[in-house]
């Protein structure tokens, strides 16, 4: 399975965009789906996650901020993020977590600036 994500671009402080990773296969193969965020020469951080039943955890840093979701039937997980801080400017990469296998798609810039 491939991921590809899209929907990153320039937002300014305040705002919001969503973030969509489309699989090209069935992501319920999966345990979870997170998305991950890496600014230049800082390590690679979870920001959320959902399982396959619904359950969803966010970094302390997004909380109230960004809301994962999963559309099973397009096989698409999505990140709404609102509020948007020019600290959230950063690569944001979607991830399919099977057991000790992480599949990785490629990232999308996201940069919050007036």
């Known amino acids: 399975v491939q991921l590809q994500a899209s929907g990153g671009g320039l937002v300014q402080p305040g705002g919001f965009l969503r973030l969509s990773c489309a699989a090209s296969g069935s992501i319920v193969s999966f345990n979870a789906m997170a998305w991950y965020r890496q600014a230049p020469g800082i390590q690679r951080d979870l920001l959320a996650q959902i399982t396959n039943d619904g359950t969803t955890n966010y970094a302390a840093s997004v909380k109230g901020r960004f809301t994962i979701s999963r559309d099973n039937s397009k096989n698409t997980v999505y990140l709404q993020m609102n509020s948007l801080k020019p600290e959230d400017t950063s690569v944001y990469y979607c991830?399919?977590?099977?057991?000790?296998?992480?599949?990785w798609g490629q990232g999308t810039l996201v940069t919050v600036s007036s």
């Open positions: 991830n399919a977590k099977k057991g000790w296998t992480h599949t």
